[in-house]
T-cell receptor
Framework: GQNIDQPTEMTATEGAIVQINCTYQ??????LFWYQQHAGEAPTFLSY????GLEEKGRFSSFLSRSKGYSYLLLKELQMKDSASYLC???????????FGAGTTVTVRA | EAQVTQNPRYLITVTGKKLTVTCSQN?????MSWYRQDPGLGLRQIYY???????DKGDVPEGYKVSRKEKRNFPLILESPSPNQTSLYFC????????????????FGPGTRLLVL
C-alpha cells in the first residue's frame, strides 16, 4: 500500500501560520499534490511537487523531500475562509491514479 | 465554463434497486475517474478510464460498474446497491492519464451524496 499519512485535525488562529505534514511511501514516487476541500464541496487543486524544495504560491507553499518521503503544506496569514480539509495525494510509477491521504481538517478561529 | 458535472447530487434509494450516477466533462479530457469519500478513509478510487472504451479497476471496484462510450461521459452504475455503498461520490477528470511525473491536475465534480437504505 501507499500509506499516506497526515494529521487528522489542526486548529489555528486567524493571521497565524499552520504547517500540515504528509508522509508517504517513497518507492515508485512520481509526484505529490495538495488539494483543498471545503465541507460538502469538491476538492480543488492547490499545488504540485515532483522535485525537492519549496514551491510558493501566494499565502500557500508546499515543500517536498523525496528521500524522506515527506511533504508539508504551509498556510500563512490564515483567514477564516481557509477552514477546510487539506488532502495530500501521491502518484506512483506504473499507476494511473492518485492515492489520497485521509485529509487534515484545519479550523481557523478568530 | 469548463467543468465536471454529476447527476443526481443527492439520492436516497433502497437495497437492490439499480441506479446510475452520470458524470460529464466539457474539457475534452482523456482521463476520468470515480472516487468515493468516507469519513476517516479519504478519497478512494473506484474505477478509472484512460480514454474511450478503456476502463480499469481502482482500489474499491466491488459492486460498481462503469462505461466510457464517449469521451465526455463516464457513468457509474450500481447494479444492486447495498447499505455499505452509502457514501459521497466524486467524478474527476484530467487532460491525460496520471503517471510519468507529469502534473496532471484532476478536476472534480460537485459530488453525489448517496444513501442506500
Amino acid at each position: 500500500g501507499q500509506n499516506i499519512d497526515q494529521p487528522t485535525e489542526m486548529t489555528a488562529t486567524e493571521g497565524a501560520i499552520v504547517q500540515i505534514n504528509c508522509t508517504y511511501q517513497t518507492s515508485g514516487f512520481n509526484g505529490l499534490f495538495w488539494y483543498q476541500q471545503h465541507a460538502g464541496e469538491a476538492p480543488t487543486f492547490l499545488s504540485y511537487n515532483v522535485l525537492d524544495g519549496l514551491e510558493e504560491k501566494g499565502r500557500f507553499s508546499s515543500f517536498l523531500s523525496r528521500s524522506k518521503g515527506y511533504s508539508y503544506l504551509l498556510l500563512k496569514e490564515l483567514q477564516m475562509k481557509d477552514s477546510a480539509s487539506y488532502l495530500c495525494a501521491v502518484n506512483y510509477s506504473n499507476d494511473y491514479k492518485l492515492s489520497f491521504g485521509a485529509g487534515t481538517t484545519v479550523t481557523v478561529r478568530a | 465554463e469548463a467543468q465536471v458535472t454529476q447527476n443526481p447530487r443527492y439520492l436516497i434509494t433502497v437495497t437492490g434497486k439499480k441506479l446510475t450516477v452520470t458524470c460529464s466533462q466539457n474539457m475534452n479530457h482523456e482521463y476520468m475517474s470515480w472516487y468515493r469519500q468516507d469519513p476517516g478513509l479519504g478519497l478512494r478510487q473506484i474505477y478509472y478510464s484512460m480514454n474511450v472504451e478503456v476502463t480499469d479497476k481502482g482500489d474499491v471496484p466491488e459492486g460498481y460498474k462503469v462505461s466510457r462510450k464517449e469521451k465526455r461521459n463516464f457513468p457509474l452504475i450500481l447494479e444492486s446497491p447495498s447499505p455499505n455503498q452509502t457514501s459521497l461520490y466524486f467524478c474527476a477528470s484530467s487532460l491525460y492519464s496520471m503517471g510519468g511525473g507529469k502534473q496532471e491536475t484532476q478536476y472534480f465534480g460537485p459530488g453525489t451524496r448517496l444513501l442506500v437504505l
